[in-house]
């Protein structure tokens, strides 16, 4: 079955940087937007970024834009979120998710695949 696997969450110092990754295994991302949402306690699943299946266009949450960039390499059949100038508001459960087709959705129930998890937080 198709896999997503992130990675590259810690705890970070607020300014800080991190680099999240997706794995995905068994299905080509080639086919399918890619996006990554956020959950933190006691709060709903957030859009954070999606990208196209070219990865042409992409799109930020207005409480990301300028910090966080979404990219995606399809001949290694991963994407990656590089994180920057991070607030412990950005504390959170990070997914990558996946949807068929060209174009990424802010709906998290668009979405046909979903990874695990990886936490991130930001705290001094």
């Known amino acids: 079955q198709v896999q997503l696997v992130e990675s590259g969450g810690g705890l970070v110092q607020p300014g800080g940087s991190l680099r999240l990754s997706c794995a995905v295994s068994?299905?080509?991302?080639?086919?399918?937007?890619m996006a990554w949402f956020r959950q933190a306690p006691g709060k709903e699943r957030q859009f954070v970024t999606g990208i196209s299946w070219s990865g042409a266009t992409a799109y930020y949450a207005d409480s990301v834009k300028g910090r966080f960039t979404m990219s995606r390499d399809n001949a290694k059949n991963a994407v990656y979120l590089q994180m920057n100038s991070l607030k412990p508001e950005d504390t959170a459960v990070y997914y990558c998710a996946a949807k068929f087709g060209s174009s990424w959705s802010r709906r998290a129930d668009e979405y046909d695949y979903w990874g695990q998890g990886t936490q991130v937080t930001v705290s001094s």
């Open positions: 068994r299905v080509s991302i080639s086919s399918f937007a």
